[in-house]
């Protein structure tokens, strides 16, 4: 079955630097793969997607992802943090129910300090 | 507005009473789906439905009914709710299946005491 794990419930930078949020994935077929954004008390946004074209996925926000076949790994990654980055990050993938479903990680919490 | 709607958007009951949560969405897309956000847990896939009466089971079913009689609608039923159910429950649609963005409601936060 498919499978998704994230790294790390929580993770904390300072504004202005690196944000990377670690997502690893299991599908027995080729996967899609999806970043998915929630603020506090809204539903999930999506930040951006892997449907097997280019590895090197560049979402809004200034988020990209890069999906690595041989890691089983699609990390979320943003050059320089900004306080309204502060949120939480659901990996998901969509591969072995026929691609009906999502499965999502468990969620990374993303905190920004000043 | 268009877009894809939840009501209520928070609900408190007692154990063993019926809850009917909506969903509503205006895209006419095929695919609904009904997931519940517990922490630590992520969102985990309770029913999804194909197309007007075609629903299928998710991963964690148990407690719960749906139907799907109108292409736009997607409501979920708690036949008699218990302590467990308690929980954020979001609905979402998608186009079709595969790379299809899927796009969710605002979610409803349900409190069985």
């Known amino acids: 079955a498919q499978s998704v794990t994230q790294l790390g419930s929580h993770v904390s930078v300072s504004e202005g630097a690196l944000v990377l949020l670690r997502c690893n994935y299991s599908?027995?077929?080729?996967?899609?793969l999806f970043w998915y954004v929630q603020y506090p008390n809204q539903g999930l946004q999506l930040l951006l997607k892997?449907?097997?074209?280019?590895?090197l996925v560049k979402g809004i926000n200034g988020f990209e992802a890069e999906f690595k076949k041989s890691e089983t790994s699609f990390h979320l990654t943003k050059p320089s943090a900004h306080m309204s980055d502060a949120a939480e990050y659901f990996c998901?993938?969509?591969?072995?129910?026929?691609?009906?479903?999502?499965?999502f990680g468990s969620g990374t919490r993303l905190q920004v300090q000043p | 507005d268009a877009g894809i709607t939840q009501s209520p958007r928070y609900k408190i009951t007692e154990t063993g009473r019926q809850v009917t949560l909506m969903c509503h969405q205006t895209?006419?897309?095929?695919?609904m789906f009904w997931y519940r956000q517990d922490l630590g847990h992520g969102l985990r896939l309770i029913y999804y439905?194909?197309?007007?009466?075609?629903?299928d089971k998710g991963e964690v079913p148990d407690g719960y009914v749906v139907s799907r009689s109108k292409t736009e609608n997607f409501p979920l039923t708690l036949e008699s709710a218990t302590r467990s159910q308690t929980s954020v429950y979001f609905c979402?649609?998608?186009?079709?299946?595969?790379?299809?963005?899927?796009?969710f409601g605002p979610g409803t936060r349900l409190t069985v005491l």
């Open positions: 979402a649609s998608r186009e079709t299946i595969g790379a299809d963005t899927q796009y």
């Open positions: 599908s027995s077929v080729p996967p899609y």
């Open positions: 892997y449907t097997s074209a280019a590895t």
């Open positions: 998901a993938v969509s591969g072995d129910t026929g691609r009906r479903a999502l499965t």
């Open positions: 895209w006419s897309h095929s695919y």
């Open positions: 439905s194909a197309a007007a009466d075609i629903t």
